[in-house]
């Protein structure tokens, strides 16, 4: 009995470590190095800007759900006519599900690591290729 105890509370401590975690970085978010700010819209219109990591593979640009908190992924699903904003400049994009042989290659050549994966809880990882509109 005392052996469940403890595992229930180290459970517990963990899953208030990957909260934790989950709220510091969405408020933390840095602007700055290999980031963008995507602008999805939702159902009712109302455009919503999120900071996230600009990905690179085989010269093409990508984004990734690396998180459990990801409205910002199914909006851009839902309506993938995007606006991105990096290196000083804005832009129309369409955001493109990435799925098969290239989403495991944007995996390989972006990998997070085990210990990211740790604090975040082990969400799935899911990709969107950002292609131009301009």
Partial sequence: MKIMKRIGIAILVYIGIIVAFE???GFFQPEAGQV?????????GIPNDRVLARLESEGKMYVAANHWPRAWYKQALE????????DGQEGDYVA????????DQVQSDNDT??????????????????????
């Fill in 23 to 25: 709220s510091m970085i």
């Fill in 79 to 86: 309506n993938p006519n995007v606006r991105v904003g990096f």
């Fill in 36 to 44: 963008l700010v995507i602008t999805t819209t939702d159902a009712g």
């Fill in 113 to 134: 690591g085990l210990a990211f994966r740790v604090v975040t809880g082990f969400p799935p990882r899911y990709f969107l290729r950002l292609e131009s509109r301009n």
């Fill in 96 to 103: 493109v599900p990435v799925t098969g042989a290239e989403h």
